[in-house]
């Protein structure tokens, strides 16, 4: 029932952008926090941001250091929609980027579902 459908990813040059979005449904989107994970090649998931559900108030967000001033997290509660945007991209970014939910309503691990991935590649 719980969907969570990554797009936006895609081929960039070192120093470019790409927004990633995440389509969410079986579930009601404005009462959990969501985060963006990633996978590099070779390597383990490695969280990249959250964000709080802002439907209780907060509207927090955190980021992992070494995207810090490049990467924003947002969401539409309206829209069933996360968001992050990815600026001056790095090859190091380049990973197969997911969306997660968290299990519990006012946290943010564990999460209990992601989607299906979405690929960015930062390449000259």
Known sequence: EVQLVESGGGLVQPGGSLRLSCAASGFTFSSYAMSWV?????KGLEWVSAID??????????????????????????????????NSLKPE????YYCAKALFVGTYYPYDYWGQGTQVTVSS
């Open 38 to 42: 990633r996978q590099a090649p070779g």
């Open 93 to 96: 970014d380049t990973a197969v």
């Open 53 to 86: 559900s802002g439907d209780s108030g907060g509207g927090f967000t955190s980021y992992t250091d070494s995207v810090k001033g490049r990467f924003t997290i947002s969401r539409d509660n309206a829209k069933n929609t996360l968001y992050l945007q990815m």
